[in-house]
């Protein structure tokens, strides 16, 4: 275990920091609209087929006309921004120094840098109307489980979650199936929210499908969780 002491400032100092990035979020990304945010670890290697798989991904949707928005780190985040940018579309990086992470991706046609946790994973709720998990560790875990919540909740919109990586996804969908659902913790429904596959295309069939069935949910303007 690490010795290093964390100094932690009080909530009154940090929360005017936690706005004024929301607003400059808000402000830079006021004409991206909707995009599809696309989660991952940062610990996956360029090598790996999970990163060719994420910058498929990234490559399909920008080619499709939507944003890539992506956590703006290596790996996972680096693919898909790298698919977007490369086929000419806006990449979008959401970009957090950690220990393990201390240089952004280069391929983001529009760049936010955060301090806070808080505020990043805000700006990820209020301008996605889809969104993409690859493989990843606890944060991917808690950004993939915050979405279920929030739609679950109807917190925010309706919206396609899709999980890429059949194998690697396959123990924790029967973990839900064999502890959450059996036990009533989740409804018979709440599994219908999600979709796992490792076909680009039936990622875009399922992303463009909704958008086609659901245009209202296009027009409205992008907003936090309420």
């Known amino acids: 275990m690490s010795n290093n002491k964390i100094v932690r400032m009080p909530a009154t100092q940090q929360i ?13 990304l006021e004409e991206i609209g909707w995009g599809v945010s696309v989660f991952g670890s940062a610990r996956i290697k360029p090598d790996s087929p999970y990163y060719a798989l994420s910058e498929a991904v990234g490559a399909r949707l920008a080619k499709a006309g939507l944003t890539v ?52 994973k805000a ?12 493989p990843g560790g606890f944060g991917t875990l808690d950004e993939l489980f915050e979405v279920l919540t929030l739609v679950q909740t109807r917190k925010i919109p309706s919206a ?20 959450l659902l059996t036990n009533k913790l989740i409804g018979p429904l709440d599994l219908d929210l999600l979709t796992i596959t490792d076909d680009p295309d039936v990622v ?16 409205y303007a992008p907003a936090l969780p309420e």
């Open 16 to 28: 005017p920091g936690i706005m004024s990035e929301l607003q400059k979020a808000a402000d830079t």
């Open 204 to 219: 875009m069939q399922h992303i463009v499908a909704f958008r086609n069935d659901f245009p209202e949910l296009q027009d």
């Open 69 to 120: 928005i992506a956590g703006g780190g290596p790996g996972i985040m680096e693919a898909a921004n790298k698919g977007a940018f490369e086929a000419g579309g806006k990449s979008v990086g959401l970009n957090i120094k950690l220990p393990q992470e201390t240089t952004n991706n280069q391929y983001q046609t529009h760049s936010l840098s955060f301090d806070y946790f808080y505020s990043r």
């Open 160 to 179: 396609p979650i899709i999980l890429v990586g059949c194998t690697f996804w396959a123990g924790l969908i029967d973990w839900i199936k064999a502890k």
């Open 123 to 134: 700006t990820f709720f209020m301008h996605s109307a889809a969104y993409i998990a690859l």
